[in-house]
């Protein structure tokens, strides 16, 4: 995998992480909204969900599917670009929620 920069690298991994599971991405958003709508909202928490169960799943998925044996996923995908989608993601889902779009 070559990208130009770090940014096109967070762009592929973001899109793939939103597209790759639906089961994933809308499972993750129920329990966001739930946290939300409850007034239970931690940021570290919500950063830590979206970190290991979606970001970490997509990362793996997309080494399975485009990868070469001989890199593993924490090279192809290094932890700086990971926890950046991580953050852009947790940006949107606050973004929905703030203008009352929840997951049910």
Not at 5 to 28: D, K, P, R
Not at 50 to 75: I, W
């Amino acid at each position: 995998m070559s990208y130009d920069t770090i940014e096109a690298q967070v762009e592929e991994l973001g899109m793939y992480a939103c597209n790759f599971s639906g089961e994933h991405y809308n499972g993750v958003g129920r329990k966001l909204s739930a946290a939300w709508r409850d007034n239970d909202w931690e940021q570290r928490w919500a950063l830590d969900m979206l970190y290991a169960d979606l970001v970490v799943p997509a990362a793996l998925d997309y080494k399975r599917e485009f990868g070469s044996m001989t890199q593993s996923a924490n090279e192809m995908w290094p932890n700086a670009i990971r926890w950046a989608v991580t953050c852009q993601m947790y940006d949107h889902f606050v973004e929905e929620f703030k203008l009352g779009n929840f997951y049910v």
